[in-house]
């Protein structure tokens, strides 16, 4: 099943959970937030991050498995437990005393008693002719996610922000062929300690801009500098800028903390974020979230979200 379209009805009614995002980590909260039989909907804008991937791997019992097909799995489960999935994009959010509003793109509006931001994070790469159109097929980004497939092919790594370092010598571990293309990056710029151990991984390091890829029948065969020169590689690694979609959560209020990919929401264990009520899980809470972590974030999400559900009913009850 593709997507659930939603009636008046349910357009009108209160939702126990909304969950923004149908990757991951949004199925993963949905699948248990269902189980646990509250009334739940599902509002995915349809632009998962691995999108441009043909497979994900590191995910047990799942790798190698297409992420087109990992998501459409996770909508069929979700739809066994009554999980309402509309593909629309939430535009705004407002609390209420006691819920709250959301306004999706193509009209209306959705209400529910907690929510789980599973939004995810956009990808801006380097403007480098070229590494935009081939990212995820030979211009990749994680060694964890791709280095099995390609290992001791000849990689390349183009220099993008801080970690670049970082990323040359963690990609020699799948190839011992690294070449580091530091483009703007001005030699005088890495530490003696930098130098000493790409030296000591075997990483050539290359000054010089890059100009662009060089490709034949459409593979990858080499890295252009603006000199003319070409390096022949196959691989071409290369961090992009992560840019948090954040934009429901500062709307409530949440409180966002700077870390070196950006800022993402201040969050407890199970994805509680400093708004009452709100939860965030996946990409929505760091860089560093692989499409395991995000599932189990969502799980841990709306766990704590049935409790928390569950006890506030039982308060107003007493109370009542």
Known sequence: ????????TDR?????????????????AALVLGRARLRTLVVDAGEPRNAPSSHMQGYLSRDGMAPAEFLARGREEIARYGVGLVRDRVTDVTRGEEDFTLAL????????RRLVVATGLRDELPEVPGVAER?????????????????????????????????????????????FFLHRVAEEELSDQDLRRLAAAGVEVVPGEVAGLVVE??????????????????????????????????RLGAELAETPSGAYPVVDPTGLTTVPGVWAAGNAIGFAEQVVHAASGGYRAAAAIVGDLLMSRLDAALNG
């Open 217 to 250: 029948d459409d593979r990858l065969t080499g890295v252009r500098l603006a000199d003319g020169s070409t390096h022949a590689r196959s691989v071409l690694f290369t961090g992009p800028r992560p840019v948090p979609q954040t934009g429901l959560l500062e």
């Open 12 to 28: 009108g009614g209160i939702h126990d959970v909304v969950v923004v995002g149908g990757g991951a980590a949004g199925l993963s």
């Open 1 to 8: 099943m593709e997507v659930v379209t939603m009636n008046e």
């Open 105 to 112: 793109d193509a009209g209306g509006s959705v209400r529910a």
């Open 135 to 179: 990212f995820g097929r030979d211009v990749l980004h994680c060694p964890f996610c791709h280095g099995w497939e390609v290992r001791d092919e000849p990689f390349g790594v183009l220099a993008s922000g801080a970690t670049s370092v970082h990323q040359a010598l963690m990609v020699s571990q799948w190839s011992k062929d690294v070449t």
